[in-house]
């Protein structure tokens, strides 16, 4: 069998698979950050926060409205990106004027409140939302037993980072968005509704937090401490990727993923650990991450 | 006189005081209540990633055996106090040191995450105080960092993942694959457990510690499928617990024939991950609710109060709170080694323990049960979650004496 650092090849198959599989989430939550840090110039830190809301969303409406994963994956994003814009209109627009810091600290206290009061009705422990019947089982692989539900992770996952990237740079709505983000005063005098623009973008933004939370429900616990575990991480992706590139984001997040898989394998202590080392290299080489632009 | 024969005279009134004094202080300390009130303060995880299985929920049951004595002992009032350590040595200790100097605490009960409980241990030492460990697993705590001012209540790292490994490598599981946490907990876990399994005639494939907290463990779960093990026994807590488990049942681990073993399950943890994904897995614990009559009844007390069903720790502060209770009452002092020595003469036969015994390394020594998590279909309410597969007498549960490092034991 054929060996690398004697771990078998098929078994390294198996890794970037599951790799890849987180990346999709890195990718999800990093185009997100990306998204709003672009038009609003605010470092979002309340995204895994709303991330968290999604997951917990799926949750709640399975239990108490009786709603099935399918229509939860379309109306938890909408409703958590509903709260997303709440937050925009009644309190990121009235600090907007001020020094990027203020952001960071309204966003930063947003994510304390959203999850301590989780924690206070929830508990810490949390709890398990069950697989969609339709997704149950799993392929058996040469190399390994992929559950059909990680699999859909990784479809959905992409899907909807190649839809953002298209609606972006391909369409008249995200032209109008990547101006907004280098002119926002003339486009103003075009026309151009900006503070509109500006609710909607970081509600899209949230509401991609959200889709990524229902998306991880089924795989993990659900749990008030889900976002913040992995928000670090996510910006970690975001600076290594550089801010403000859409596809720089997902490309960046799915090689994360790898990077971080294979390191799971060999050498399993410094997995999380390893997409900070890359942090610390790329900033060193290229501050403005490897696909940004000039801030 | 002159004035250095005064100052002499002076000085020898003033030691004779000081001297009579001591003693009627050392005498009316061995008869009394210190402040006149038994001040009890609660430190622990109350926010964190523990505050499920100890957190409000221990304060609670707490509360329930100050409440059981009327709030008095005598007619001494029992006062509470409690604060959240935050899973952080520095800020337990400087809590624990301000009740006691600032407000006369004399029992700190709780006590999570064993490096808080090591410190406010040597804290208790130092000022000559009590302590009750029931959240922190470190077996230690009775070894390396025993003191003669505090008692280990509910379990230890020994206990929980030597008995299990000796059980299950008795019920045929002979190969095993190690995943543990990657700090001080986890590989005492892992050593004890490597240890066990070699010695009862099992074999170690492989081990991997995964970073602490991890949330995809899919990674770790190829891995222990691609060992071939007949057991993946897990040496982690809390949502890295629930999140291993779940991830090893989507990725068919049990459905293929391995067992998961967990070394420290609480019943809040089986509670969150469910039935479906949890069932068949093997662990120890030192308390069910549903074990006796007196421990349902307790169970029912502390569920019409709180909502949930106790975990074996909460359950241990109850019990240890009444003993401490009990031993104050019974020699009619909060002093910290009357009351310890009380209590190492006094068995324990409550809703927790039948002939627990507290030894003089201060482990408070009972039988401990091996555990199952039963099939959905077995499980007959909310709370039906365990079926005991076996019971662990205390004397082989923990670590014998005679291998004890403890100071106050003469090996």
């Known amino acids: 069998m054929t060996t690398i650092l004697g771990v078998p090849l098929v078994a390294l198959f198996g890794q970037l698979l599951l790799g890849l599989i987180n990346g999709a989430f890195y990718a999800l939550l990093s185009l997100g950050l990306a998204v709003i840090f672009g038009l609003l110039r605010i470092i979002n830190f309340a995204h895994g926060a709303q991330y968290m809301l999604g997951a917990f969303g799926a949750l709640l409406f399975l239990q108490y409205l009786n709603i099935d994963y399918w229509v939860a994956l379309a109306l938890v994003p909408l409703t958590v990106g509903a709260i997303g814009i709440l937050i925009e209109r009644f309190l990121l627009r009235r600090i907007a004027h001020l020094d990027h810091l203020y952001g960071l600290l309204l966003t930063f206290g947003l994510a304390m409140i959203i999850e301590g009061s989780f924690v206070n009705f929830f508990g810490v422990s949390g709890a398990n939302y069950p697989i969609?019947?339709?997704l149950q089982g799993g392929f058996k692989l040469d190399f390994m037993?992929?559950?059909?539900?990680?699999?859909?992770v990784l479809v959905a996952g992409l899907g909807m980072c190649l839809f953002t990237w298209f609606m972006i740079e391909k369409t008249r709505l995200?032209?109008?968005?990547?101006?907004?983000?280098?002119?926002?005063q003339?486009?103003?005098?075009?026309g151009v509704n900006m503070p509109l623009l500006t609710t909607l973008t970081y509600g899209f933004g949230v509401a991609l937090a959200g889709f990524a939370g229902v998306l991880a429900a089924p795989i993990y616990s659900v749990s008030p401490a889900m976002g913040s575990n992995l928000l670090i991480v996510v910006f970690a992706v975001v600076v290594i990727g550089g801010m403000g590139s859409i596809m720089g984001a997902i490309l960046t997040g799915l090689a994360m993923g790898v990077i971080e898989g294979l390191t799971k394998v060999f050498w399993p202590e410094s997995a999380s650990t390893v997409i900070f080392f890359v942090m610390v290299l790329v900033l060193l080489v290229r501050p403005n991450g490897l696909f940004g632009k000039e801030v | 006189m002159s004035a250095t024969q005064s100052l002499r005279a002076s000085r020898l009134a003033k030691a004779v005081a000081i001297g009579l004094f001591a003693g009627l202080a050392a005498t009316t300390a061995?008869?009394?209540?210190?402040?006149?009130?038994?001040r009890i303060g609660y430190l622990d995880d109350l926010s964190g990633p523990y505050s499920d299985l100890a957190g409000p929920g221990g304060y609670e049951a707490i509360r329930m055996a100050v409440e059981d004595f009327d709030n008095k002992v005598g007619d001494k009032k029992i006062v509470l106090f409690q604060a959240d350590h935050k899973n952080n040595a520095d800020l337990g200790a400087n809590t624990a040191r301000e009740w006691i100097d600032r407000r006369g605490v004399d029992l700190i009960a709780g006590l999570n995450a064993s490096p808080v409980a090591i410190a406010v241990s040597r804290l208790v030492e130092e000022k000559n105080r009590f302590a009750i460990v029931s959240t922190a697993a470190a077996a230690s705590l009775t070894n390396e960092y025993c003191t003669p001012n505090h008692i280990h209540y509910v379990y230890d790292t020994y206990s929980v993942s030597n008995g299990a490994a000796k059980a299950i490598v008795a019920n045929g599981g002979k190969t095993w694959y190690l995943l543990s946490a990657d700090y001080a907990f986890g590989h005492a876990m892992e050593e004890q457990v490597s240890k066990a399994v070699a010695e009862n005639g099992g074999q170690v494939l492989g081990k991997a510690r995964h970073p602490f907290p991890t949330s995809d463990f899919s990674s770790y779960v190829l891995q222990a499928q691609a060992s071939g093990a007949q057991i993946v026994g897990l040496a982690s807590a809390g949502s890295d617990l629930v999140n291993a488990i779940s991830t090893a049942q989507q990725f068919g681990l049990m459905d293929a024939g391995q067992t998961m073993a967990s070394l420290m399950v609480f019943i809040t943890d089986i509670k969150s991950i469910g039935l479906q994904t949890a069932q068949g897995t093997q662990f120890v614990s030192g308390w069910y609710w549903d074990m006796n009559d007196e421990s349902r009844a307790w169970a029912k007390r502390y569920h019409e109060r709180t909502g949930n069903m106790p975990t074996m720790v909460q359950a241990g502060m109850y019990s240890s709170t009444t003993q401490?209770?009990?031993?104050?009452?019974?020699?009619?002092?909060?002093?910290?080694?009357a009351v310890r020595e009380h209590m190492i003469k006094t068995p324990i036969n409550d809703m927790f323990a039948k002939d627990g015994r507290v030894r003089e390394d201060g482990r408070m020594v009972h039988d401990m049960y091996l555990m199952q998590v039963k099939a959905p279909a077995d499980s007959t309410s909310e709370w039906d979650l365990f079926e005991t597969k076996s019971v662990i007498p205390g004397d082989e549960a923990f670590l014998p004496l005679s291998?004890?490092?403890?100071k106050l034991v003469n090996n």
Request: hydrophobic share 35%; aromatic share 12%; with cysteine.
């Open chain 2, 324 to 337: 401490y209770l009990k031993a104050v009452e019974a020699t009619g002092s909060d002093d910290p080694k």
């Open chain 2, 30 to 38: 061995q008869a009394n209540i210190s402040d006149n009130e038994v």
């Open chain 1, 132 to 134: 969609p019947e339709a």
């Open chain 2, 403 to 406: 291998e004890s490092k403890c």
């Open chain 1, 174 to 184: 995200g032209a109008y968005l990547r101006a907004g983000t280098e002119k926002p």
């Open chain 1, 145 to 152: 037993f992929l559950p059909t539900y990680r699999a859909w």
């Open chain 1, 186 to 190: 003339l486009m103003q005098a075009f």
